[in-house]
């Protein structure tokens, strides 16, 4: 038989012997995977390869020959070996002419085709077609198979980029997988589909994209086997046949897609082992996979994971004005609270502002209220009476282990929004004490809460902020304690809750006694012994741990205040004193303190009642609320000459002093000051005596006497540094700065001022309020000088500090930054 020099054995032939020149390459790489593919339809295909070398040059020509013939014979009889050929062929050799489309087309026999008119006399034996030169088989459609682009698609440039940068990191010779996981509702489809439209071009043999159906709410569908996916897949890329089980459809699939430039989306993936027979053969390919889970296990594949989080503000209410128009704009501030109160997610947002439109006299602070009720959110926003969200968490939530998913119902019982290890043992076992040896802490199992919280982390139902440190997003939180309140016991909740008391007390403590161990009262150590605290491993670890929990420490008191645990109420609210003293959340502090005076009081602890008005009296100070602070430190004065408790009375006077220099009566408060310094110094208390100096400073100050000033600060600070009160040292050797700079010494001031600064950003005296106090001074010093570039720039930094933990300064500061 005549064998045109086009034919496929030709091209087969060819190839072959040119890509065997470098068994490395890719082409001969993807030959092998042609093999594996054949050798499903015989498998004695298998045995020639990889071809017999053997020593003499006729001998490898001839096994190469061999194999050429038998996969080109294996092509005219199995569709699956003929595709896998033709792709070979077509990126790594010249594949052979086929025949032109026509408008009608009869089928003799096997593979052979009529094109044209034909009339057929009985039977036709040994038929030969040659086809003209540079005729086409008919070529099956580009699949382009993308979701659209929704118009409520908006921002996510951040996203996109670091998908770009993933792709672009990935080696020329590795298959590229990214896995974009994060909550139901965060937009991970959309993400996805966004950025593969936008890279259309990078892929000309196609998009391909299947629901994998990971989180179907209908019970009877569930994931959608490899199999079926693969079917479909294949069909779309032109395969007549399509193998029964599911290896040869991976198989196959792997072969057909041997280095096309093609894109996959699987979306709403379940498993790592649901996705692992989809993934194309080829590194010029990209499978991007969407879930709600991360798919750790993929990564053992290459692949790379971007978590998404919700948009940022300004963009969720953008994509609320979709359907709230022009009340969005003239309701700032409520549609903002509505985007919170959705948790930025956009098809919560989505579901808020088809609400919008539907009710077109609404207002978005109506709306903003309706969210802010009991049901929240979740139960809230519903498509045709489904509460979405809620069914989206439901699922994810049934599908946790039984250890994970009674660790996610307690802590959504907790009013906090962060969580640590230590915590979590706490609550684990539903509030138990456990003996755990002469501490008499609970025994930790951190191995099983590391167990049950990676599952959590993994369906993405929590989010790792830091080493063992974790919080909910707010919608799953609502989700969570829902789940708590629904299913576990009235009488677990309260043992939950008294165990988080519990390790508030205990880890407060520690606090405590790292930040300010003279401010520690001896009832404050038993706290310690019912739970484990959280270990904090010095003033930054502590200072920290105030700052990240001091939303769920405040809930914690007002619980015990509601719940009638009084000594646990005062106890916390003056255990958490380096909080207040650090980061002055003026209206917690008088809200801790009015609390914990109530529970002192009821608790008949006298004790605690003059704790309560002495530094709750300081709160009120920084408030601005002169006459109510005065009146506490009257009343802790009266109890405690009651009590004859000289310090106490000492600490009294010491605070109506600074009430009188604050309210200018200078004489009032020296008097004030002198006797709360002969009081302390009759008792020893050293540091209460640096301290009064300090104000005796102050007071000074105020009188223009700054000699007087000097002195006190220099005996204050020496005082201070011997008793290693880094904090307060530095607090007066700012003040100290302070004071020479008004007299003059500018090279001293400077070199104190600048000291004290570096104290305050880090260590043990870090206040991110005194840190704003010195650049002020600094600034000020500056300005003295006449070194007005200096001076903004001082003042910029301390407006920006300030913001946070003194708005009422910050905006002092931009005043005088606006008159420079």
Known sequence: MHVPPTSRLEALSTAIDACHAD?????????????????????????????????????????????????????????????????????????????????????????????????????????????????????????????????????????????????????????????????????????AAHWLHGHAHDFPDGTLYADLGGHAADDDSGPVSPGTVLERFLIALGAPSVPADTAGRSALWRSLTSGLRIAVLLDNAFTAAQVRPLLPGTPTGLTVVTSRSNLTGLRVDGASVHRMEGLPAESAVELLAVGGGARVTRESAAAHEVVRLCGRLPLTVCLASAQLAVRPHRSVSALAEALSGTRGAVDTLRIEGEAVMGTALDLSYGLLPEESAVLYRRMGLLPTD??????????????????????????????????????????????????????????????????????????????????????????????????????????????????????????????????????????????????????????????????????RPTDMWIEAHRLGLDAARRSGSRAGEGRMLTSGAIGLRDAGRYAEAADWYRQARELALADGDVRQEAQALNGLGHIALLTRRLDDARRHFDKALRLRESIGYRRGVALTRRRLAETALAASDLGTAVRHLRQARAELESLEERYEAARVRALLGHVLERSGEHEEAAHHLREALVSFRAGAARSEHWEGRTLVWLAEAAETRGDTVDAVAHYEAARDLLRRVSPDHAERVDRRLRQL
């Open 418 to 583: 962060h969580y640590d290890l230590h915590l979590l043992a706490a609550v684990a076992d539903g509030g138990h004490r456990t003996s755990g040896g002469a501490s008499g802490t609970a025994a930790i199992d951190t191995a099983a809460i590391d167990t049950a919280v990676h599952a959590l982390l993994e369906a993405n139902l929590l989010e790792e902020t830091g080493a063992g440190s974790y919080r909910f997003h707010d919608l799953v939180q609502s989700h969570a304690r829902r789940r708590g309140e629904a299913e576990e016991g009235e009488d677990l909740r309260g043992r939950v809750l008294h165990a988080f008391v519990d390790w508030c007390l205990a880890t407060a403590a520690v606090a405590e006694a790292i930040l300010t161990p003279s401010h520690r009262m001896p009832e404050h150590g038993a706290a310690a012994r019912t739970v484990a605290p959280t270990p904090l491993a010095g003033p930054e670890e502590a200072l920290a741990w105030l700052d990240t929990h001091r939303n769920g420490l405040m809930s914690a008191l007002r619980h015990c205040a509601e719940a009638g645990l009084d000594t646990s109420c005062w106890r916390l609210a003056d255990l958490i004193w380096p909080l207040f003293l650090r980061f």
């Open 23 to 191: 068994r490395r390459s890719p082409a001969w790489r993807a030959l092998a995977q042609v093999v594996r593919t054949a050798a499903f339809a015989d498998p004695a295909v298998s045995g020639l390869w990889p071809p017999d070398e053997g020593i003499r040059p006729e001998r490898t020509r001839r096994a190469l020959r061999r194999l050429a013939r038998e996969l080109d014979a294996l092509a005219s009889r199995d569709a699956g070996t003929r595709l896998a050929v033709t792709s070979w062929l077509r990126h790594h050799g010249a594949a052979p002419p086929e025949p032109p489309p026509a408008s009608t087309a009869n089928v003799v026999g096997g593979t052979s085709v009529i094109h044209g008119p034909s009339v057929q006399a009985r039977d036709i034996h040994g038929l030969h077609f040659h086809l003209p030169p540079g005729a086409d088989r008919p070529r099956h459609p580009v699949p382009r198979q993308l979701p659209p682009v929704t118009a409520q698609f908006v921002d996510r440039e951040h996203d996109r980029h670091v998908l770009d940068t993933l792709r672009a990191q990935r080696p020329a010779h590795a298959p590229q997988l990214l896995v974009v996981s994060g909550l139901p509702g965060v937009g991970k489809t959309a993400l």
